[in-house]
Every structure is written in structure tokens, then in C-alpha cells.
């Protein structure tokens, strides 16, 4: 047999393994899938503007939703300020979100600031349709936080 073959096979064989290792160890959601969700800039007729792709997703129950900020110029935040206790009820904070007092009794998730290369993350645990916004140039933190809203997107869980 040759060396050369026998290297070969070895290093593939080892490879397999230790990708089926690796997978088989990674947390599970809905089908392994994680919905990404990409914030960048687009042209208008005012010039530049945010725009999310896509702007409206269909995810079923424990899929993760990852926002990512693209734009190089704007810090911005990802916020849910509608129906919030359902949004509570049906979602985890996974990364890069808190939970914020809008009115009293109400409160949802707002992200921290996401410069560029920025994620945030969020688990859907129930199904529901939530609407988002993106905002910026709102104060550092999330009390009182009045962030300019700069575009709106919708997440589907079913």
C-alpha cells in the first residue's frame, strides 16, 4: 500500500470523527438553524438609510434569530416595544439583550448598542408574530432610552 494513501485516508478518517464529535455536541435548535438577520445601509431618495434583510422572517419554534449590524458609521439597537409580555412569554434573551420597563407594567427586550460586526440574539419559545425596530442615537443606557427608530422588521414563529 502506499504511504501517501495511507495519510490520506487516516487524516480523512480522523477529520470525519472529529466532526461528528463536534456536531454532536453543539446546541440544538429548531433543525440546528439559527435565522440571521442582516442590518445594513441602503440608498433612498434622502440619501442613505438602514434597511434589514430580510425584513420580514418565518421561523418555527426554537429557531434563533441573530441580528448582525453591517453599517460602519452607526452604532444601533434592536428593540421590541409591542405586545411585550407576550414577547416576554414567548422568547429567551440569548446574547446581547436585556430586559427594559417601557410603561409601567410593560416591558420587553432591548439590545445594547451594535457597532459594526456587533450581534444580538434572541430564542423564540412560542409561536406569535413580533414587529422590531432598529434605533439609534438614543442615550447610552436603556432607562428612558428614546432611540430614533430608523427601520421596523417582523419575526413569524410558528
Known sequence: MNIKKSRFKTTAVLFLVSAVLLLGSSPVYAGDMCQIIRIDEGKGAGGSRLEIFPEKVTVPVGTCTVWINWVQTKEVRVSFREDAKVCMLSSEASQGFE?????????????????????????????????????????????????KMLATGVIEVK
Open 99 to 147: 430586559e427594559i420597563e417601557l410603561k409601567p407594567g410593560e416591558s420587553c427586550y432591548i439590545s445594547e448598542k451594535l457597532p459594526r460586526g456587533k450581534t444580538a440574539s434572541l430564542v423564540w419559545t412560542k409561536p406569535g408574530i413580533f414587529k422590531y425596530h432598529l434605533e439609534g442615537e438614543g442615550s447610552a443606557s436603556t432607562e428612558g432610552y428614546s432611540g
